[in-house]
């Protein structure tokens, strides 16, 4: 069964301060992994896609890094700021190009305390 | 584009009645899905369109729940009957089929709380 795990489920970070959060993944055969940011009450919003042979991608103060060999995944983020605060989705993508292709992760909740 | 628009934002209503929503998908994606998410939880995948025809179902989707997407544009989700255990927030996307990766983009949601 395809599954995406996340760890911390929650997390408080002091504003100005990085933090990095973990995906591991059992999907197969794998396409790709994004991570989402989702703020309260609003729908996931993508911050980076990485395929098997991308290793990192950043977008601004993100960094996502992809391990697919040991099928781990990571999110950092630099200098943290209050609107990061929201939750953090880990989302695996089968290379089955069917509609339920996506396993998400369960979500880390990120609050950013000033 | 005017991104994924999902009608109403919240929905409260009593047990046993039914309820319809409504998603605009961005007009140029030819795939549409419905996905339901409880509180601390990712989405979870219910059924999936490309163009007007449904092409999956997840077992999630029982027979109180009813999608349809008549024109192969916006999206109707209807629950009939509906149960406490209905309450969640109920998501929206469509993505492009052409190419490879294509991202889902989000709506806001319909957030359904069941008296």
């Known amino acids: 069964k395809n599954q995406v795990e996340q760890s911390p489920q929650s997390l408080i970070i002091l504003e100005g301060k990085n933090c990095t959060l973990q995906?591991?993944?059992?999907?197969?055969?794998?396409?790709?992994l994004r991570w989402y940011k989702q703020d309260t009450g609003r729908g996931p919003v993508s911050l980076t896609i990485m395929t098997f042979s991308e290793n990192t991608k950043s977008n601004g103060r993100y960094t996502a890094t992809l391990d697919a060999d040991t099928k781990q995944s990571s999110l950092h983020i630099t200098a943290s700021q209050l609107s990061d605060s929201a939750s953090y989705i880990c989302?695996?993508?089968?290379?089955?190009?069917?509609?339920?292709?996506?396993?998400f992760g369960g979500g880390t909740r990120l609050m950013v305390k000033p | 584009d005017t991104g994924v628009s999902q009608d109403p934002r919240h929905k409260i209503t009593k047990r046993g009645q039914n309820v319809t929503f409504r998603c605009d998908p961005i007009?140029?994606?030819?795939?549409l899905y419905w996905y339901r998410q409880t509180l601390g939880q990712g989405p979870e995948f219910l059924t999936y369109?490309?163009?007007?025809?449904?092409?999956?179902k997840s077992r999630l989707l029982s027979d109180r729940f009813s999608a349809e997407r008549p024109k192969g544009s916006f999206s109707t989700l209807e629950i009939q009957r509906t149960e406490q255990g209905d309450s969640a927030m109920y998501l929206c996307?469509?993505?492009?089929?052409?190419?490879?990766?294509?991202?889902?983009?989000f709506g806001d949601g319909t957030r359904l709380s069941i008296l």
């Open positions: 995906c591991n993944y059992t999907v197969s055969p794998f396409s790709n």
């Open positions: 369109f490309q163009n007007e025809a449904q092409l999956e």
């Open positions: 989302v695996v993508s089968a290379a089955n190009n069917a509609g339920n292709m996506l396993t």
């Open positions: 007009s140029e994606h030819n795939r």
């Open positions: 996307a469509s993505s492009s089929s052409t190419g490879k990766g294509q991202p889902q983009h």
